[in-house]
């Protein structure tokens, strides 16, 4: 489907540029509304309903009036749950029947950036066919129901103690994390309030981190983007574990008592090996990011892989079509769907922790048989309408460092699908090579754009 307005992750931008303006976030709002009461087949006189959740930036109360007033005047009733992680409104639209949730976040993003996301009544992903009705309706004229028809809006005071129910029921019932000190990084984000309260309950010390939000703070220096600032707590306060989450919870990274910090392949193998152990591992989903090594890990369960491409909904699609349980992306996010219908930073977290526990192992110790590669990223920020696979010369350098490495490593251009730029990544058994390679391309780019 060509996009005009959805990325890969919903429709996201900086605040005041366009999309993100409250005009046009109020006719998402409507055009989304419509698609739900053209889709839904409701009792006469029935609204459908949503769920709007959304983390910490300042401009979420903008962006939520204009959501309330373009469902409203679509005919759709409004629940407000105030500021949850994207995995709660996948888990909290499910659990109130609602026909869609929608989530007010621009993820790992600085606080000027922000974005709308949604979520079908199954708790996953919006497909790419209603994604593009709503865009169809962006294109038409907004409208208004009858006043009789309008719909309303309401608070939902208990959406994170539900959701803090829900997480807990995810780790298994007769482990705890008694005598367990762990520091968790919020990211001053949507899960500030939530997170502490779900590894505290379980019994573990908690050391909160990154649990003061002021509007402009999400993510800064913080949270699983920045997780050196969670390794200097874990080594300061002498914990066991550290857990990383981004501004939106969906993400997690997590650190060890030596300050040794996991990314979500190596977080992915602990949760893959304890499912191996049980006999559950049919599989695991990729992408075109995952190290290399972590594939051959996998192989070695004796369990097939796939690559996705970049982006958690296309793990998820991959999944679903294989029929696998468990994916995920370094970046942290991963996906449990025996657990979860979404990735879920939290939910993740106690997977690791659970297979830790049942296994008595440290982090270290149940990554021990992965060697990863060197892998090299680069970002290059690059304008719009840029088109990057149409210049020779980055051909050309791409070429050359795939023929450079032969068959010990590989070589991925791609466009960040949140963030205007170009990643540059080279992967290979020889570090200094991967390094100066990714330089070279890199470099490359930047002449081809300037």
């Given at each position: 489907?060509?996009r005009?307005?959805?990325?890969?992750?919903?429709?996201?931008?900086?605040?005041?540029d366009?999309?993100?303006?409250?005009?046009?976030?109020?006719?998402?709002?409507?055009?989304a509304?419509?698609?739900?009461v053209?889709?839904?087949?409701?009792?006469?006189?029935?609204h459908?309903?949503?769920?709007?959740?959304?983390?910490?930036?300042?401009?979420?109360?903008l962006?939520?009036?204009?959501l309330?007033?373009?469902f409203a005047?679509?005919g759709?009733?409004?629940?407000?749950a105030?500021?949850?992680p994207?995995?709660?409104?996948?888990?909290?639209?499910?659990?109130?029947?609602?026909?869609?949730g929608?989530?007010i976040?621009?993820?790992?993003?600085p606080?000027?950036?922000?974005?709308?996301?949604?979520?079908?009544?199954?708790?996953?992903?919006?497909?790419?066919?209603v994604e593009?009705?709503?865009?169809?309706?962006?294109?038409?004229?907004?409208?208004c129901?009858?006043?009789?028809?309008?719909?309303?809006?309401?608070?939902?005071?208990?959406?994170?103690?539900?959701?803090?129910e829900?997480?807990?029921?995810?780790?298994?019932n007769?482990?705890?994390?008694?005598?367990?000190?762990?520091a968790?990084?919020?990211?001053h984000?949507?899960?500030?309030?939530?997170?502490?309260?779900?590894f505290?309950?379980?019994?573990?010390?908690?050391?909160?981190?990154?649990?003061?939000p002021?509007?402009?703070?999400?993510?800064d220096?913080?949270?699983?983007?920045?997780?050196?600032?969670?390794?200097?707590a874990?080594?300061?306060y002498?914990?066991?574990?550290?857990?990383?989450?981004?501004?939106?919870?969906?993400?997690?990274?997590?650190?060890?008592?030596?300050?040794?910090?996991?990314?979500?392949?190596?977080?992915?193998?602990?949760?893959?090996?304890?499912?191996?152990?049980?006999?559950?591992?049919e599989?695991?989903?990729g992408?075109?990011?995952?190290n290399?090594?972590f594939?051959?890990?996998i192989?070695?369960?004796?369990?097939?892989?796939?690559?996705a491409?970049?982006?958690?909904?296309?793990?998820?699609?991959?999944l679903?079509?294989r029929?696998?349980?468990?994916?995920?992306?370094?970046?942290?996010?991963?996906i449990c769907?025996?657990?979860h219908?979404t990735g879920?930073?939290?939910?993740?977290?106690?997977?690791?922790?659970?297979?830790?526990?049942?296994?008595?192992?440290?982090?270290?110790?149940?990554?021990?048989?992965?060697?990863?590669?060197?892998?090299?990223?680069?970002?290059?920020?690059?304008?719009?309408?840029?088109?990057?696979?149409?210049?020779?010369?980055?051909?050309?350098?791409?070429?050359?460092?795939?023929?450079?490495?032969?068959?010990?490593?590989?070589?991925?251009?791609?466009?960040?699908g949140?963030e205007?730029?170009?990643?540059?990544?080279?992967?290979?058994r020889?570090?200094?090579?991967?390094?100066?390679l990714?330089?070279?391309?890199?470099?490359v780019?930047?002449?081809?754009?300037?």
């Amino acid at each position: 489907m060509a996009r005009k307005y959805f990325g890969t992750d919903g429709v996201r931008g900086k605040v005041g540029d366009a999309p993100i303006t409250p005009e046009f976030v109020m006719r998402l709002g409507y055009a989304a509304g419509v698609t739900l009461v053209a889709r839904e087949k409701l009792p006469a006189g029935d609204h459908p309903a949503v769920l709007i959740g959304k983390d910490t930036r300042i401009s979420g109360y903008l962006l939520e009036a204009a959501l309330e007033a373009g469902f409203a005047a679509a005919g759709v009733d409004v629940m407000l749950a105030g500021p949850i992680p994207t995995p709660a409104v996948a888990y909290l639209t499910r659990a109130l029947r609602l026909q869609a949730g929608v989530v007010i976040s621009a993820s790992h993003n600085p606080f000027y950036d922000n974005g709308i996301k949604f979520f079908s009544a199954d708790g996953s992903k919006l497909p790419d066919a209603v994604e593009a009705e709503i865009e169809a309706h962006l294109d038409e004229p907004m409208g208004c129901v009858d006043s009789a028809r309008l719909g309303r809006a309401r608070r939902i005071d208990d959406a994170a103690g539900r959701y803090i129910e829900f997480c807990k029921s995810t780790f298994p019932n007769e482990l705890d994390l008694r005598g367990m000190r762990i520091a968790v990084d919020c990211a001053h984000g949507a899960a500030y309030q939530i997170a502490p309260k779900v590894f505290h309950e379980l019994g573990a010390e908690i050391i909160p981190v990154g649990v003061e939000p002021n509007g402009l703070n999400i993510n800064d220096g913080v949270g699983a983007t920045r997780p050196e600032n969670l390794r200097q707590a874990v080594l300061k306060y002498g914990a066991e574990l550290g857990i990383a989450l981004d501004g939106d919870a969906d993400r997690l990274i997590m650190v060890d008592h030596r300050g040794e910090i996991y990314d979500g392949d190596k977080l992915l193998y602990v949760v893959a090996c304890a499912r191996h152990a049980e006999g559950r591992l049919e599989g695991v989903v990729g992408t075109l990011m995952s190290n290399l090594g972590f594939e051959h890990a996998i192989q070695r369960l004796g369990a097939p892989f796939a690559r996705a491409k970049v982006g958690d909904r296309y793990v998820l699609e991959l999944l679903q079509e294989r029929g696998w349980k468990i994916g995920g992306e370094n970046s942290g996010h991963i996906i449990c769907l025996d657990r979860h219908t979404t990735g879920d930073g939290i939910v993740s977290a106690l997977q690791v922790l659970a297979a830790l526990k049942q296994r008595g192992l440290s982090l270290a110790d149940a990554c021990a048989d992965l060697v990863f590669y060197p892998q090299r990223l680069i970002n290059v920020r690059m304008p719009a309408g840029f088109d990057w696979r149409a210049d020779g010369s980055i051909a050309s350098a791409q070429t050359r460092a795939e023929h450079e490495l032969g068959d010990s490593g590989r070589v991925l251009l791609r466009p960040s699908g949140t963030e205007p730029l170009l990643r540059v990544m080279v992967e290979g058994r020889d570090g200094e090579l991967v390094e100066r390679l990714a330089r070279e391309i890199a470099g490359v780019v930047e002449e081809a754009i300037a």
